[in-house]
């Protein structure tokens, strides 16, 4: 399924180191789903794997379509191929590790050809929340190549970004940010309550 929005031209790169990526990747899902909220409302954007203008979806064991999100790029990139450290983790030798099978997994999936792009805080949660929405389809947080992520319904996940983002970061808005197009959009409602 295709979905319209701008891409970020120029994301704002948050690099994670190899160490980050071993330690997050060893969290619950649950817990990769806390750190998914922390980090994108601190940089103001998502992942997503993208080819063209389609975007990687999966199904879960119940039969529902997800949109598959990430923080950070390289947990999208490791989703589609683990890296050395993550078949460490396995407790599997990476030189005797099957990747005849993980490129099987990987082509299964269909993602062949996919790579990482971000999209801005704002369109996020004012486009394409409202378009999964619409279409019935869940938002997939955080899979890994080893353990599905949460699939929130769409209303939990903008409230819990929201809740997130007022907390930490609603003091001093960014000029452009979404935090300030919300503020600004509050005040056109406090102003002018009837329109």
Not at 22 to 36: D, G, I, N, S
């Amino acid at each position: 399924m295709d979905f319209k929005f701008v891409l970020q031209q120029y994301p704002r790169y948050h690099d994670v180191g190899p160490e980050q990526l071993a330690a997050v990747m060893k969290l619950t899902a649950a817990q990769r789903y806390e750190h998914f909220i922390k980090e994108i409302t601190r940089q103001e954007q998502v992942c997503g794997l993208c080819m063209r203008d389609h975007w990687a979806m999966t199904r879960v064991q119940d039969g529902r379509s997800v949109f598959l999100l990430w923080p950070a790029a390289q947990y999208a990139k490791s989703y589609l191929w683990p890296d050395t450290n993550q078949i460490n983790e396995l407790g599997e030798d990476p030189q005797h590790y099957d990747y005849d099978a993980q490129y099987d997994e990987y082509t299964r999936k269909g993602l062949a050809g996919y790579v990482p792009r971000f999209i801005e805080l704002g369109e996020f949660m004012e486009i394409l929340l409202p378009q999964l929405r619409q279409n019935g389809i869940y938002p997939g947080v955080f899979f890994t190549p080893f353990e599905d992520g949460m699939v929130p319904a769409v209303e939990e996940l903008a409230q819990r970004v929201d809740d997130h983002y007022m907390e930490w970061y609603s003091d001093e808005p960014k000029p452009g940010s979404w935090e300030t197009k919300r503020f600004n959009a509050w005040c056109r409602k406090v102003e002018h309550p009837n329109s």
